[in-house]
Every structure is written in C-alpha cells, then in structure tokens.
C-alpha cells in the first residue's frame, strides 16, 4: 500500500506560480513512477507529469512542457511539481499518483485526495 498527500493548492493569478507537494508513505518504492494528474470540473481526469523515483524518467503532458517541473526532495519524501505561467483553464483539483510509466503518460495504481489550483484571469 502507498499512502499520497497532497499539499500547496492555492489561488493564483494568472501567469503566477504554484508549488505542490506530494508526500508518500508507505511500499513506495514497490511502484516505479510518480506523477500529478488534473481534473476540471465537468472533464476527464488529464495526465500533467511524471518521473520514476529516482527522476531518471520523466514524462509532461504538451500542455506544460517548459512551464511545469517535476522534482524530489529525498529529505521530506515528496515529489513537487513547479508550476509557472498558470492559466485560468488549468483550474482544477490536482491529484497526486503513484503507479507505472505508461508511454508518454502514467497509470496510477493509488491516489492522493487531490489539492484544488484555482488559476484566476
């Protein structure tokens, strides 16, 4: 069992920045990927980004290509997700994942509760 929070959502304006952080717990180097998934109310769940734990991989959607960041941090265990130049569409409740590197995408296997972004235009 893996064990995710997530923390950092928040209210931005747009072209602001937000950092969120995922905290895991628990059989988590029994999964090999990491990885921060988006959903808009009324929209499917859209894969953001993911790494493997040891960030050697790492995966973004077109979308955020060079405006979002997936790091580390081995001291607290979490893995963070930088995000710059927000915009109002990426409003949405931000979950945390833990799984598998699918192709360009991941498959997650447990889920954080989710963090709410509200990116205001």
């Known amino acids: 069992q893996v064990q995710l929070v997530e923390s950092g959502g928040g209210l931005v304006q747009a072209g602001g920045s937000l950092r969120l952080s995922c905290t895991a717990s628990?059989?988590?180097?029994?999964?090999?990927?990491v990885g921060w998934f988006r959903q808009a109310p009324g929209k499917e769940r859209q894969f953001v980004a993911a790494?493997?734990?040891?960030?050697?991989?790492?995966r973004y959607a077109d979308s955020v290509k060079g405006r979002f960041i997936i790091s580390r941090d081995n001291t607290k265990n979490t893995v963070d997700l930088q995000m710059n130049s927000l915009k109002a569409e990426e409003t949405a409740l931000y979950y945390c994942?833990?799984?598998?590197?699918?192709?360009?995408?991941?498959?997650?296997?447990?889920w954080g509760q989710g963090t709410q972004v509200t990116v205001s235009s």
């Open positions: 994942a833990a799984g598998r590197l699918l192709g360009m995408t991941m498959r997650g296997d447990y």
């Open positions: 790494s493997t734990w040891t960030l050697s991989i790492t």
């Open positions: 628990g059989r988590t180097f029994s999964n090999d990927a």
